[in-house]
């Protein structure tokens, strides 16, 4: 996941731009919480994700999270202490397996080929995990200030792994990029904006999808003559 300063953490997208019925793909995969979660707090996880994704955080009642599941309203607190404190599961979590992912691509000192990995990798999991994303990215303000902390510095370990490679291709003159904060934000965009449209079943699966838009990261970064002619500078 981006850093704070990448994308925007208020706001809702809407269930009707976001998803349509037609995605019948498990909003949440197998082995995506603590293995020791209980059965239970996994169910209403997992059916928090899907309120949260269509309704918004703010829109969603209790009794939304438990009905999804057959449970009774109350059902809930036996598990966790109040609404807040699922989403900071989810959003914690689901920034760990993000990290988790970038954190897994394997680096051979090819710069230029460690961030298309990256890129590729972080598109990839965005795609693959777009109802779970979609919430991570959009309800953060929901967070209480100790949770927003814990996630913004997962966010920022993010970004971290991501500017250590970009600032290594710039200095090996690899990538032209003048200010790498704006480099960065681009880039990152590409992964984190699919969560508003993407489904999986659609024509791209998230493999092509982060081979793609890795290439497009390239050519934006790249110092001219590895990727063609540029446009003169305004």
Same mark, same amino acid.
């Given at each position: 996941m981006a850093a704070v300063s990448t ?9 009707? &731009? ?9 909003? @949440? ?6 293995? /020791? ?6 169910? !209403? ?8 994704? *269509?309704?918004?955080y703010h829109a969603t009642t209790t ?7 057959g449970l009774s309203p109350g059902a809930?607190?036996?598990?966790? %202490? ?6 900071? &599961?989810?959003? /914690? ?10 954190? %897994? ?7 230029? &080929? ?5 890129? $590729? ?10 109802? @779970?994303? +979609? ?8 967070? =209480? ?5 814990? @996630? !913004?510095?997962? #966010? %920022?370990?993010?970004? $971290? ?17 003048? *200010?790498?904060?704006? $480099? ?11 969560? #508003?449209?993407? +489904?999986?079943?659609?024509? =791209?699966?998230?493999?092509? !999808?982060?081979?793609?838009?890795? &290439?497009? %990261?390239? +050519?934006?970064? =790249?110092?001219?003559? !590895? ?8």
């Open positions: 994308v925007t953490e208020g706001g809702h997208v809407g269930a009707s &731009e976001a998803r349509d019925g037609r995605d019948d793909h498990r909003a @949440v995969p197998d082995g995506f919480w603590d293995p /020791r979660t209980t059965t239970a707090a996994r169910a !209403l996880l997992d059916s928090a994700v899907r309120c949260f994704a *269509d309704l918004g009794r939304h999270i438990t009905a999804g599941v809930l607190y036996v598990h966790f %202490a109040s609404k807040e404190e699922l989403l900071h &599961e989810i959003t /914690r979590t689901g920034h760990e397996r993000a990290l988790e992912a970038l954190l %897994a691509v394997p680096d051979d000192g090819d710069a230029r &080929e460690h961030v298309r990995r990256l890129v $590729a990798a972080h598109v990839t999991w965005h795609a693959r995990h777009h109802t @779970v994303a +979609r919430v991570c990215q959009y309800e953060l303000a929901a967070l =209480d200030a100790p949770h927003r902390a814990t @996630v !913004l510095d997962l #966010r %920022a370990r993010f970004t $971290a792994t991501l500017r250590a490679a970009v600032e290594r291709g710039a200095a090996e003159g690899l990538f032209d990029v003048p *200010d790498v904060n704006r $480099a960065l934000r681009a880039i990152m965009s590409l992964g984190i904006d699919l969560v #508003r449209w993407y +489904r999986l079943d659609g024509a =791209d699966s998230p493999e092509f !999808l982060g081979e793609c838009y890795a &290439e497009l %990261a390239l +050519r934006m970064i =790249d110092a001219p003559g !590895l990727s063609g002619p540029r446009p003169p500078a305004p």
